[in-house]
């Protein structure tokens, strides 16, 4: 089982970028699947998240209104939309991967399963 984050790099403040999160070994499809980052210094905070079983999807407060998760089950792909971005939104993003029927912290990414090496966000002028 492995998951690849992808897509970040440097933006400037009001810019968007779409993070990727490929996964191999598994169908994604089946898994529920949650982005999370970490800034330096800072505890680990999670962002969003879709469930497995109908896709429903879950928002933390620093993502709500400028994040989007979405998944493509053909390309065994998660994404992260990000827009409107800010120099707080600076961090490493990971995606992680829970088995059906865990338990999961969307905040905190706690009981997800699988963790993906992350990719770095910069947003600056």
């Known amino acids: 089982v492995q998951l690849q984050a992808s897509g970040g790099g440097l933006v400037q403040p009001g810019g968007s970028l779409r993070l990727s999160c490929a996964a191999s070994?598994?169908?994604?499809?089946?898994?529920?699947i949650g982005w999370f980052r970490q800034a330096p210094g800072k505890e680990r905070e999670g962002l969003a998240s879709i469930s497995s079983s109908d896709g429903s999807t879950y928002y933390t407060d620093s993502a709500k209104g400028r994040f989007t998760i979405s998944k493509d089950n053909a390309k065994n792909t998660a994404y992260l939309q990000m827009t409107s971005l800010k120099p707080e939104d600076t961090a490493v993003y990971y995606c992680?991967?829970?088995?059906?029927?865990?338990?999961?912290?969307?905040?905190?990414?706690?009981?997800?399963?699988?963790w993906g090496k992350g990719t770095q966000v910069t947003v600056s002028s």
């Open positions: 992680a991967a829970a088995e059906p029927h865990t338990d999961y912290d969307g905040n905190t990414g706690d009981g997800m399963d699988y």
């Open positions: 070994g598994f169908t994604l499809d089946n898994y529920a």
